[in-house]
Structure formats: C-alpha cells, structure tokens
C-alpha cells in the first residue's frame, strides 16, 4: 500500500536526522527546482511561515520587501530586509528593501525555494557569490506526545544562513550587514528605543512586533559570532567583518524569532479565548531564542532530511515548484491553538476568505496530515461540535455585518449534517458570512468520513476511530435520508458543494460527482465498521479498575459494560454497501443510456449534460490509503470509461475545466483528477504546468485557478494546492 511503504520511508529519514554531526552544516535548496529571477518586473510572492504559530517572513518582490508578524499575513507588517555586502568600497544588497541611499543591488539576482526554505542568491562585480537562505524548520510528528518533533515544527522562528563565495582571485574584505527596516528598541520596554553604542559586541537586537502591544521579535547571531549591532540609515541588525581567500567561501548564521501570549482568536460559540500551542513550551521571546539556540543542528537536520525526502523524488520540476509552494502556504494558513481548558485546536484559513475551517478547506488539503497526523485528528473531533439538528433562524448581526440566515437548514427535516466553515476570522463561530455557506449537507458528511478513514490509515489510531464509527453511522443515514428516488445519490437538502465557482457541479441533484463521492464514504465506512467492531465477550467494567478519579462513580462498585456489537457494526456495514451497489448499478445505466456519465441524472437541470473529470474524487483519499476494495476498484471501471474523452474536451490554454461546457478550473482539483486516473484508472496527466506558468509571477502566493480565461477567481493565498502531495505519493510509491 502506497500509505505503508511511505511510512517506512519517512520514519527511517526521520530516524537518519540523528546520526548528523553537531557541527555547522549549509542547507542546500533542491537545485533542480525552477529558478525566479528577480528583477524591476518580477511581481511574485512567496508566503514564509510557521505551522500553526503564524509567524510570517513572506518575500513580496513586488514590493521590494519583507512582511513579518507573529499573528500571520492578515496582521503582519511590511518592512524591508537589508542584506548587503560592503566590498571594495561598493555596497550591494537584495531586492527585499528599497534601495538604501549609495547602495546597489547584487547582480543576477535569483529565487529558488523549496517546501520549507526560500534561498536568494546574487553576485558582485569584483567576483563574489552571495546566497541567504531563510529555513522554516519542519520534521515528521505523529502525536502531540512526541514533543521534541512538534517544537521542531512550531516554534515561532526562523534560520537564516547567508553564504559569501570568493570565486575571484584576490583575497576579499568586507562587511555583511543583516538587518531589519525597524528600529530597534529596548527587551523590557514597549516605547524606549535602543541607542546603538558604536564598535559593540552586541549578539542579538530587539524590535517591536506590531502584531502584539508588548510583544518583540529578536534578531541574534548563531553559529558565527558577529561584530556588533548597529543602527542607521533606517536599519537595525548585526554587523559581521569578513575576510576570505581566493575560491574559499563562509557562512554567517542568524535566528530570527518572536513570542505573543495575547488572544489570536476569540471563540464566540464557547465564550473562550484562544492563544498560540507554543505558550505551552515556552513563555517569552528569550526562551523561544535559547531553543533555537540550543537546537540549531538538530532543527537543520531534520528539516534539510524532510526536503529532501520530498524534493528528491521521481517529480517533474515543475511538480515540485506547485509542491513546495503549495506547501508554503499550507504553513501560512494554518493555526494551532489552545482554549482556556488548556485542550489543543487546530483551524485552517481560507487564505483572502478569511473563513475558518476545520478540515473542509476543500478536504484534499489534509493529505498534508500524513506528515503529522494529529492536526487531522483534532480537527475531525473538533468537526463534531459543529452537526446542524435542528433549524433555526440566526438574526442579522449589524456588528459582524452579518445578515439573518438560516442555521441548520433541512437538518429537522432529513437528518444531521456537519457545517461547512465554523467562523470567520477574527472569531471562532458557527457559520461563514455568505449565502449557503454551512450547508453542504451532503459532501460535508462524506468528506468526514472519507478523512476519517485516511487518518486511521496514516495513524492507526484504532481507539480513536472506533469511538467516531457512531457519528459515521449518524452521518451516513443522513445521507441516505436524502435521496429520495432510491438511485442511491441525494436529490433532496443536498445543499450545495465546494464547487460553488461551476454551476452544474454545485447546485444539481442527483449529482454524480456528489454520487461517486458517497459511494468512496460508504465503502470505506463499511471497512471500517467491520474492522473495528467490538468482537470480545460482553463484559462488565470494573470500577475500581477503571482509572476514575476525584470521587467520579464513588459508590457504584461496576461502572458499565464493554458490549459486543459485532453484529450491529456487520449489519451497518452492510446496509452502506448495498448504498453502493446502487450507486453503481445507477452510474452504469446512465453510461449505457447516454454514452457517458453526466454531471447530473436530473434532466430537467440546467447544463445537467455536462461532463466532468472531477467526478472521481470520492477515490482520491481511499486510494492515497492504498484501499483495494473490489467495490472501489468496481466504481473506477464505470468511470475510466469516460475519462480520457471527458480530459480530452475539457481542456483549454489556461487549465483542465471542471466541466466541459463551463469554463471554470481550480489547479488543486485537476491535480485530485490526475491523481485519482494515475491510480485508479491508470492514465496519466498532470496539471503542474498549467499551475506553474499561472503563479511562476503571481503577487499572491498560491492562486487556485480561473472562472474563464483571463478571468482570474479571487482565491488567491489559498491553502488547497497541497494536493499536489498525491503526485509526490504516487511516484514514491511507483519506485516501491
């Protein structure tokens, strides 16, 4: 299974981390990524930050600058980043500040990145190499109990290598100068700046964080060891004196950090305050920096193993440029916190929507949770708290700018269904402010279900598993309630789908997209019930053996009973396979009646002949799980039958359209569909040069895709294009 042999390639990479030397080691960038040059006309951006902490150094060469804060890119500050190099009496820098006054910028200058780092290198008339590389640390965990993995991930900080090369052949002398377009002010003081003695020995400077009232960031030399600190021209940092031989090169070492320990959301449905996971390791900005400190190897390390692992592999290099990038803006969007209770959170952001989310940023997004599959984890117990049971009418919100809606629209009516988004920043709530946002009655069930199953197959969290197979079940019926013409796909209170920007694929009944996806739920939820069913005797639990503390169950010598409910879980099991078998049995005589399989079998639909590649998607997780069920494998002979001429209609200059007679492409949904025909249908297709060629440029990160041509959906600094993953599984898995 492709799940299996990845999990052996990642725990030994993770396990190799350690055998490295503590001694200073240069992280290298996959050199066989595509370069961005940087010049007067290069727009792009690349979003710089850490997982769940929020912490950002986004490069915005548009702007000439860099955007840092410790509450994300929507709270962030722009400034400029100084690194130039004083060599024979001219000074150069890069392109991430305005050009400082008798300064000019480094020759040639370029951008390579991979997931986790972002490496500018340029030259010098006189014969020198300059390259800075900025590494956001990140390395495999699987619990939150492994902690010394889950620090190396969070924690609110960067490394910054800057390398110098003397390929020319004179002896050079110089200053390198690393620093920040902020004056730098006092540790204990929120206004009082910091007056610079000249020819200090100064290691570390302090600035404010205008994310934070109170709070600073830090900027301290590493491994090498400045001069000074110094603060002119608008500039505050450190300052280091070099001198190296002809076809010799050193590296200076900087960490970056900050801390905030205020509210990063409040949520309003439970009156709490959220802040940052981090509080829990550590509590200022000075114990952040001693981490870094101390782990400096380590995190490098690990960090260069787990790029490696990915940037190292039998991907095109423009399927590694969406990876990485992708990657980059998974971190950005991503919060990992903690609520008055002490108890764990993790939420996604829609990038400029702003919506809050648990899992359903489209659910292809947590594949990224095979890397660490607790944030997954959280988020579908989390998911739990947000099922519509009843309707109810929310009045409009004059405050939030919200207008009534309605809360739980036909959950009395068909059955319980999971709310789409569950806020929108700054606020955890129960809803997202747009028409039908929460209502996506169908597809939010089945996606929970299908997640579920992927978690279980990265983790093998059995427990946890088995104590959600009743919400499954809950769900599922809920589903079933809602078709009504026993073709087995919902054409009643099915809500809408994530497709909202194509008409046919978001608001048709008997959708077949909505079809195929409750068919993967129902096999999958039929494994599963099976799996994990209870088949010991029935028996009675002991109390006084049970763990119970704090005078809980005092008096009741028997606390309960552990029932065997094997023939329950069969019976559910079977009642969803039948849902399948219907399914397909009513996919295969729509084949047969039209010739292919349409977006819907309601003919009285608008565009309901349509056709889609996108159709699959239900495939997606169980087959990046390595699922072999016949009735899986079953469903993707009736689809491949239509694939390839379906493929072969949709696509345009610009992108593979979600349907064929709309124009609309989202990249991480076509990249779903390659991977699902790769696997499933065994064609192959890839997407990544549409991808690349429409952001190589973009001023917004990653950019999902186009209504039309050259009419661009405004989804830009959206977290979904991690999809991109299943390429990287998929030829990892080809090389097993």
């Not at 840092?68 to 100084?82: I, N, P, W």
């Not at 991430?96 to 780092?117: A, C, E, I």
């Not at 996806?517 to 010991?536: C, H, I």
């Not at 019976?571 to 399989?597: S, V």
Request: proline letters at 3%; aromatic letters at 12%; a neutral charge.
């Amino acid at each position: 299974m492709i799940v299996m042999k990845l999990k052996k390639v990642l725990f030994t990479l993770f396990l190799a981390a350690f055998a490295f030397t503590t001694q200073a080691q240069s992280f290298r960038v996959e050199n066989s990524l595509p370069i961005t040059q940087l010049t007067d006309t290069t727009n792009f951006s690349l979003l710089n930050s850490r997982l769940g902490s929020r912490f950002t150094f986004s490069l915005l060469n548009e702007k000439q600058s860099i955007q840092t804060g410790s509450l994300g890119f929507d709270m962030d500050e722009q400034t400029g980043l100084l690194i130039s190099l004083e060599v024979q009496k001219k000074t150069y820098c890069f392109r991430t500040t305005p050009l400082p006054r008798n300064t000019k910028y480094f020759n040639n200058q370029q951008l390579r990145f991979g997931p986790s780092s972002m490496e500018l290198s340029g030259q010098t008339d006189e014969g020198m190499d300059v390259r800075f590389t900025l590494i956001s640390s990140f390395t495999k965990s699987k619990t939150l109990e492994d902690s010394s993995a889950i620090k190396v991930q969070i924690f609110p900080g960067y490394y910054f290598l800057v390398n110098i090369s003397n390929n020319s052949n004179v002896k050079q002398e110089g200053k390198l100068k690393i620093a920040l377009a902020k004056t730098p002010v006092k540790s204990f003081n929120f206004m009082s700046l910091e007056p610079m003695k000249p020819d200090n020995n100064e290691q570390q400077v302090y600035f404010r964080d205008n994310a934070n009232l109170n709070g600073k960031t830090i900027l301290a030399a590493a491994k090498t060891k400045a001069n000074g600190t110094f603060n002119d021209h608008g500039f505050g940092g450190l300052v280091y004196n070099f001198n190296i031989n002809p076809k010799d090169k050193k590296e200076f070492s900087q960490i970056y950090t900050t801390y905030n320990d205020s509210t990063v959301i409040p949520d309003k449905r439970v009156n709490q305050s959220l802040r940052f996971y981090y509080t829990k390791y550590w509590k200022n900005v000075e114990e952040v920096l001693k981490y870094a400190q101390e782990n400096f190897d380590k995190n490098i390390a690990l960090t260069q193993d787990f790029e490696d692992t990915l940037m190292k592999s039998g991907l095109t290099p423009k399927e590694k440029w969406v990876l990485a990038l992708a990657f980059h803006t998974d971190l950005a969007n991503t919060y990992f916190l903690l609520d008055e209770n002490n108890q764990p959170r993790f939420y996604v952001s829609e990038g400029r929507f702003k919506h809050l989310s648990t899992v359903d940023v489209a659910h292809e997004t947590e594949v990224n949770a095979i890397f660490s599959p607790w944030r997954l984890k959280l988020q579908l117990a989390q998911w739990t708290n947000y099922i519509a049971r009843a309707e109810v009418t929310v009045p409009a919100n004059a405050i939030q700018n919200k207008p009534a809606y309605q809360q739980g629209m036909t959950s009395a009516e068909y059955g319980p269904y999971l709310y789409h988004d569950v806020g929108d920043l700054p606020f955890v709530s129960e809803t997202a402010n747009y028409n039908y946002g929460p209502h996506m009655a169908v597809e939010e069930n089945t996606s929970f279900v299908l997640l579920l199953y992927w978690y279980w197959k990265i983790s093998n969290d059995d427990e946890f598993v088995k104590s959600m197979l009743g919400t499954v079940d809950e769900l599922l019926q809920s589903v079933i309630n809602r078709d009504t013409n026993e073709n087995g796909i919902a054409d009643m209170a099915y809500g809408w789908t994530t497709y909202d920007a194509n008409e046919a694929l978001k608001l048709s009944p008997d959708n077949t997209f909505l079809g195929a996806k409750q068919f993967g739920a129902y096999v999958v939820a039929a494994e599963m019930l099976r799996a994990l069913a209870n088949k010991d005797k029935t028996k009675v639990i002991d109390a006084t053996k049970a763990g119970v503390v704090d005078g809980e169950g005092a008096g009741f010598k028997k606390l309960g009973t552990e029932v065997n409910n094997e023939k329950l879980r069969n019976k559910q099991a079977d009642k969803y396979e039948t849902e399948a078998k219907t399914i397909l049995a009513t996919l295969e005589k729509a084949q047969l009646k039209y010739g292919f399989i349409p977006v819907s079998l309601d003919e009285k639909f608008p565009k309901w002949n349509q056709r889609s590649v996108v159709i699959g998607e239900g495939l997606f997780l169980p087959g990046l799980a390595g699922s072999k069920a016949p009735l899986l494998k079953q469903l993707a002979t009736v689809l491949k039958k239509d694939y390839a001429a379906t493929y072969a209609k949709s696509m345009t200059d610009y992108g593979i359209k979600l349907t064929t007679d709309e124009g609309t492409t989202w990249f991480s949904k076509t990249i779903v569909a390659d991977v699902v025909a790769s696997q499933w249908y065994g064609i192959n297709h890839t997407s990544a040069g549409y991808i690349y060629e429409w952001n190589k440029n973009s001023p917004y990160a990653y950019n999902d895709g186009l209504l039309k041509e050259n009419d661009v959906w405004i989804g830009y600094w959206y977290p979904r294009g991690i999809s991109a993953l299943g390429y990287w599984m998929l030829k990892n898995a080809e090389k097993k």
